[in-house]
């Protein structure tokens, strides 16, 4: 059993848990991810590790599901049965010279830890962080100090630049010399960010398809990466943006929509 040792809300329905897993804590590095399960009913989901301290990783997550909303609701001192990791492979981590991490909604949880060894690395390390309005803006003194610059975006205009992340990266490549860019967020997002630096900035995204077991076995999360199957839990999740069969991605997360909807019914009902 894996006890919360702290909890906090964050922004609207976003949430941040400290779950006490030392063995996992010792091991893990920025980009790698844990899979758990709250009780032996419930589904498997995966959740980017975005701190690790001695005894405690740190996850981030947006209630928007059955699962995520019964993850919400558990407190401080409750346990976690199944918690497995690290799993997954780090991110890359090297000197490029200016490095732009692009953060869609909670995905700027998972940039963090790149960003912070990416500075490491000496880069010049520019953080662009988007969400629909300002309500749901978190952590923005936490990525300030793992950047030079810290550049917001909301799609109401509420904060920052009024507009999408792609916008705000396009603005910047007109002005400024790009390394290398990483993108974690939304598929769509990721897809447009690698769309608009094709043939122009190398850039890696992490993905996010249907997961289940997160060792390979199963083939949920198969990804088509320069026409060769990959599968995201032990090839990835990090990949080049420009290899990924964006179509075929969109198309699988799609899968499980009606399954998914009789869950949200089934939460909302619970919840009257």
């Not at 949430?15 to 991810?33: H, S, V």
């Amino acid at each position: 059993m894996h006890q919360i040792l702290k909890k906090e809300k964050l922004a609207e329905n976003i949430y941040l848990m400290e779950i006490e897993a030392p063995d996992i804590a010792k091991k893990a590095r920025a980009g790698q991810f844990v899979i758990l399960r709250i009780d032996e009913n419930a589904e498997r989901i995966p959740l980017t590790i975005v701190d690790a301290g001695k005894k405690a990783v740190t996850i981030i997550f947006q209630a928007v599901g059955r699962t995520t909303n019964d993850l919400a609701k558990l407190r401080k001192g409750n346990a976690i049965p199944d918690f497995t990791g690290p799993l997954g492979n780090p991110a890359r981590i090297q000197e490029f010279g200016h490095v732009c991490l692009v953060g869609g909604g909670v995905g700027a949880a998972e940039v963090y830890p790149v960003a912070r060894e990416m500075k490491k690395a000496k880069n010049q390390v520019t953080i662009i962080f988007g969400t629909k309005t300002k309500k749901l803006l978190f952590w923005e003194d936490r990525l300030k100090k793992v950047s030079n610059r810290l550049i917001i975006c909301t799609d109401d205009g509420s904060k920052g630049k009024k507009g999408f992340v792609t916008n705000a990266l396009k603005d910047l490549m007109e002005k400024e010399h790009i390394d290398y860019v990483v993108a974690i967020g939304p598929t769509i997002m990721m897809r447009f960010i690698s769309k608009l630096t094709k043939d122009r900035i190398k850039t890696a995204v992490s993905l996010n398809p249907i997961m289940v077991d997160g060792v390979g076995m199963c083939g949920s999360c198969r990804v088509v990466i320069d026409g060769r199957v990959k599968f995201a839990c032990v090839d990835g999740p990090e990949f080049n943006g420009h290899e990924v069969d964006w179509d075929e991605l969109l198309n699988r997360n799609k899968l499980y929509l009606n399954e998914e909807e009789v869950c949200k019914q089934q939460n909302c009902t619970r919840q009257k």
